[in-house]
């Protein structure tokens, strides 16, 4: 058995609903797959002894898990006053629009298409309820809406699909873009150095106890990655598909749909920088 304080981020293990910081509760979704690891970790967040309570990604559109998240909230004496969301993607999203009718609250995200109400989600916001606060940090390149929360009091931050609990993640081309991530990635190491976060709230998978730790093992795989995919476009392999099946070979070829995503990312971010040819002139 791996010790777990040896891997990336010293994950904490086991993956389940239950407090995760003095702050920060998770409420796993039952929607287990290879893409979403063991499901959407949906994030009940309140100042301890308030009775009003934040929402981070209320998962898909699963009615027993939106009621779930309801009730844990109810048992500890608690109001659902706001919904956030980390980014778009329906596995993080689709439940926002039937969780906002059970809680009567307002969703607030960077992309208006998400939002229900007048306020959205920008680079510096504050968000304070109940006592929590709650600082907006903009993060794209998985997605261009991606989004993380930092939860200071906890020294703490919520990640998204930004950083995982396990693996690493899938820069989602087009939409996302792969510049965009590796600064956002240098930004949450910031954040490690300048604010003191050590605790990532992943969008899947386990908690991570060194978020620091966490981050520079994600920029250290995508220069690995980048690295890998410029020899393989000089030794011949030139389309995206080719590409993935050599680069990726030792990955389930289940997940090379969405590895090629990825490749499609960071070809284009090598064109753009002169690294291979094909970018602009």
């Keep these: 058995m791996t010790d777990a304080a040896a891997l990336p981020g010293q994950p904490r293990g086991v993956v389940a609903s239950g407090p995760a910081t003095s702050r920060a509760v998770n409420v796993l979704a039952p929607n287990a797959s290879a893409m979403t690891l063991d499901g959407t970790n949906t994030w009940l967040l309140s100042e301890p002894g308030s009775t009003l309570a934040v929402v981070v990604d209320p998962g898909p559109l699963d009615e ?11 048992r500890a004496g608690q109001r659902i006053a706001l919904t956030l969301l980390t980014h778009g993607h329906p596995d993080h999203a689709e439940g ?22 007048d306020e959205g989600l920008a680079a510096g916001d504050v968000i304070r309820t109940g006592g929590l606060e709650l600082r907006v940090v903009p993060t794209p390149g998985h997605t261009s809406d991606s989004l993380c929360f930092h939860l200071p009091a906890d020294r703490a931050v ?4 930004t950083i995982l609990g396990r693996g690493t993640t899938v820069v989602a081309h087009p939409d996302g873009r792969l510049g965009d ?6 930004r949450l190491r910031s954040l490690t150095v300048d604010d003191g976060v050590h ?23 995508r220069a690995h990655r980048l690295a890998q995919i410029e020899t393989a476009v000089e030794d011949g392999f030139v389309t995206p598909e080719q590409v993935v099946a050599h680069v990726y070979a030792d990955v389930d070829r289940s997940l090379w749909p969405a590895a090629e995503w990825s490749v499609r990312a960071q070809l284009e971010y090598l064109q753009d920088h002169g690294l291979i040819p094909g970018g602009p002139e």
Excluded at 199 to 221: I, M, S
């Design 64 to 74: 027993a898990h939106l009621r779930a998240v309801i009730d844990t909230a109810e």
């Design 96 to 117: 926002a629009g039937r969780f906002a009718e059970l809680t009567g609250t307002k969703v607030r995200a960077l992309d208006p298409a998400l939002r229900l109400g």
């Design 158 to 161: 919520l990640t998204g699909d």
């Design 181 to 186: 991530y590796l600064d956002s990635l240098r």
């Design 199 to 221: 605790t990532v709230l992943p969008g899947h998978g386990p908690v991570l106890e060194d978020a620091q730790g966490a981050v520079e093992y994600y920029l250290a795989h």
